[in-house]
């Protein structure tokens, strides 16, 4: 839940009159079957455990203050209290609670103060002419006593006055006295009239009464009387089991006479009220708080005595561990130990964390790495409860100590590989300590809760270590019951597509869904190793299998693993899938389910409806290349009409881009040819002009040779290296510089322009036309 309006603390006023942080979370107000109206519910953030379940009764006193608080009592000496995040949130549950009490809203208080400020007046001033005049007692009066105990309870000011009155006069000692003598007499009515005694005592929920009634000269005569309840026709036994059957095992010899004491107090107290009181009614129903109370701080003090004791504890993990300890005592050790955990939950924070520091410091990690290998079905339960608390209390602190391992060379066991093949070989049908190790798993894998530092990253670390030396733990029984068929390429068309190998027996599917829940969060929340993993070991081709499985929770984890996958939308997968051919199975899980409106259909359908909602673009080709003429029957829903349409759409769009880059390319060709044309043009243009030069200069120096001989009278040859005459030199420029020349189109006429030239061009066109355009003649030299 997410209303930060409905987000509160909840407190509790403890002996010390400081309030308590019970937790946080989120607060409603529903009506209760099982209190008969209207309650107060809140919820743990965390996990959604009930820390607070309170019928609004119509003669408590609520108060609202600071806006943002609602403080009420429950019971006598049983404050509570709710912090609200928000005063929109605060405001709602006031208006509920007025509207269960009939009362006005804008008031600050439900009920009228002034019995308030009596039983104020009174616990301020407990005078004894305050207190309830008992009758004697004695035999005689019990009825009259046993009356006056049920109707007080009503009251919590007649209570008060009645409980200070058997305390300042030690009467209640003196009423224990009477039952043995009713017991010898055999005196029934009496003992019954003791038994609303003692029980309306308890309903007082004062701590003073129950020091004297939980005391040892006491407490079995309170259980002795607890016995013989009116409705029952036989009393019932349980003194008898408390001192013969119920046997208090000494793993490690107890020195501390107070600690046990203690052990033994509590263990009779929580007999009485879990076994021995009835179930107490709607009315009755916080008037045993301050019992809980009881039992709570005997627990902590239990713990801390324990704690502090390290010889003990020391001696508890030795033999646990040692190989020569009998399997028997061995189990005895670790349901103590477990026990021991358990208490600890009573602990204030501060308090649980030195207490598991203190088992960290005693090695109980190794100690259950060895516990949880053993044949033991009962010790293995045991120290698979003990590896709860320690991971719920430090997921960090366990991953350290997995890690390490890898630098004792002496040890080739992994504790996380113990945690995963114990999943594996869960005996239980229903898989249901499986269940267990696997949400112990993704807590110990989840990258939420590992912590990162400036000179390591916990989640590189760990991730790097579990992918290489436990995930193939993980998957084995995954790629063993879906290894592929060698002669599946055998099978004839149209033959059904079963895999033999895929798992039919119910226990094997349960534990492979468990298998795949957990690769499904890896999807989810890893992401370079989880990829390398699946892309390395084709392992989405293996989960595949599954869709044939007769099971159909199982093919929607097979699917529901592929939907991750996808909805990640990682080109690096998509690539993977395609070039497998993955949907393959999935295709044909969908045809083979035939036209029922299942939730395998339904999730298939969704799958293809992502694809086209996110327009994955290399799928949907893909899938409407290979697979639509099998698809276009499904015309129920519009998913592959519009995957076909989506594909249309980015087929033309490729096409019109082409297009434009055809035109751009011919666009760009174009341009280099013309400024390639043009500096021809211009080459030839120079060496014309040259070569004309070069003639006058010859022709001019021959000239004057003419004349010279003419006026000696003979007659002068030519030179060897002398150009030849001029008509055959002028004619043969012309033909060097049409020849090197392109045909000229229209689009380049007047770009150089020869005059005297225009009759030969003209001349020779016909000739030049029929060249390829393309080809451009070389100059000869």
Not at 28 to 54: H, M, N, Q, W, Y
Not at 354 to 372: D, G, Q, R, W
Not at 751 to 780: A, C
Request: net charge negative; glycine share 4%; aromatic share 8%.
């Amino acid at each position: 839940m997410s209303d930060t309006r409905r987000r509160v603390k909840v407190y509790t006023l403890n002996e010390d009159r400081q309030w308590d942080d019970r937790g946080t979370g989120h607060v409603s107000s529903t009506f209760v079957e099982r209190l008969k109206g209207i309650s107060l519910l809140v919820r743990a953030e965390s996990d959604g455990s009930l820390l607070l379940e309170s019928k609004i009764s119509p003669n408590t006193a609520y108060q609202k203050q600071q806006d943002t608080l609602i403080v009420w009592s429950e019971a006598d000496n049983y404050d509570l209290a709710l912090s609200f995040q928000e005063k929109a949130g605060c405001d709602e549950i006031w208006e509920k609670i007025c509207q269960v009490q009939g009362k006005d809203p804008a008031l600050d208080i439900t009920q009228d103060p002034i019995d308030e400020s009596e039983e104020e007046r009174f616990e301020e001033i407990p005078e004894t002419n305050h207190l309830v005049e008992l009758p004697p007692g004695e035999l005689s009066h019990l009825e009259e006593i046993a009356d006056l105990v049920t109707s007080v309870l009503s009251s919590p000011i007649r209570r008060e006055k009645l409980a200070l009155a058997l305390i300042s006069e030690s009467y209640l000692k003196k009423l224990l006295g009477l039952f043995r003598v009713c017991e010898d007499l055999d005196n029934r009515e009496g003992l019954h009239h003791l038994y609303e005694i003692v029980r309306g005592v308890l309903f007082l929920n004062k701590a003073a009464l129950f020091d004297v009634m939980f005391s040892d000269d006491c407490i079995m005569d309170v259980v002795g009387c607890l016995e013989y309840d009116p409705a029952l026709v036989q009393p019932k036994r349980h003194r008898e089991f408390l001192t013969k059957t119920a046997k208090f095992k000494e793993v490690i010899p107890i020195t501390d006479s107070e600690l046990r004491q203690k052990i033994h107090q509590t263990y009779r107290v929580q007999y009485i009220q879990d076994i021995i009181l009835p179930t107490p009614s709607v009315f009755e129903d916080n008037f045993l708080s301050t019992l809980n109370s009881f039992i709570f701080f005997n627990k902590v003090e239990i713990v801390s005595m324990l704690q502090e004791d390290e010889k003990f504890l020391t001696e508890v993990f030795a033999r646990l561990t040692d190989e020569g300890t009998e399997d028997s005592k061995r189990r005895e050790l670790v349901n103590f130990v477990k026990e021991f955990c358990a208490f600890s939950q009573t602990l204030q924070p501060q308090n649980r964390d030195a207490f598991f520091k203190t088992l960290a410091n005693l090695s109980i990690l190794p100690a259950l790495e060895i516990v949880m290998g053993m044949d033991d079905l009962q010790v293995r339960a045991a120290a698979t409860d003990i590896f709860s608390y320690l991971v719920e209390f430090s997921p960090s602190m366990v991953r350290e100590f997995v890690m390490q391992e890898l630098q004792q060379p002496d040890d080739d066991v992994l504790l996380i590989n113990v945690v995963i093949k114990q999943m594996i070989c869960d005996s239980d049908p229903e898989l249901g300590g499986a269940v267990q190790l696997m949400g112990l798993l993704r807590t110990l894998i989840d990258p939420e809760n590992m912590l990162a530092s400036t000179n390591k990253t916990e989640k590189t670390e760990f991730l790097g270590f579990f992918y290489k030396y436990c995930m193939h733990v993980l998957t084995a029984p995954l790629l063993a019951n879906t290894a592929l068929d060698k002669n599946s390429k055998d099978l004839q068309e149209g033959s059904p597509k079963i895999n033999p190998v895929c798992p039919d027996n119910f226990q094997t599917a349960q534990l492979l869904a468990l298998i795949l829940e957990l690769l499904t969060f890896c999807v989810e929340h890893h992401t370079y190793h989880i990829k390398s993993y699946i892309m390395n070991k084709d392992l989405l081709r293996r989960v595949l299998v599954l869709m044939n499985s007769k099971h159909t929770f199982l093919a929607l984890c097979a699917l529901r693993f592929m939907r991750r996958i996808i909805g990640l939308k990682d080109e690096s997968y998509n690539h993977y899938i395609i070039k497998g051919n993955l949907f393959e199975p999935v295709i044909n899980a969908l045809l083979d389910n035939g036209t029922r409106y299942n939730l395998l259909n339904s999730a298939v359908i969704e799958l293809f409806e992502f694809i086209k909602v996110e327009d994955i673009k290399s799928l949907i080709a893909h899938i409407v290349d290979n697979f639509y003429e099998a698809l276009e029957p499904i015309e129920y829903v519009q998913t592959f009409k519009g995957l076909k349409g989506r594909y249309e759409q980015e087929k033309e769009r490729q096409k019109r881009n082409r297009h434009r880059r055809e035109a751009r390319s011919l666009d760009e060709d174009e341009e280099p040819f013309i400024n390639e044309d043009e500096d021809d043009i211009e080459a030839e243009a120079m060496d014309k002009s040259r070569m004309e030069d070069d003639y006058t200069d010859s022709y001019g120096k021959y000239m004057e040779a003419k004349k010279a001989g003419a006026s000696n009278g003979k007659a002068l040859a030519l030179p060897p290296n002398s150009p030849p005459a001029a008509p055959t030199n002028t004619s043969s420029v012309k033909t060097v510089a049409l020849a090197a020349s392109p045909i000229v189109k229209t689009a380049l006429v007047g770009l150089v322009d020869y005059p005297d030239d225009e009759d030969e061009e003209e001349v020779d066109e016909e000739e030049e036309e029929e060249q390829s355009p393309r080809k451009r003649p070389r100059l000869s030299s």
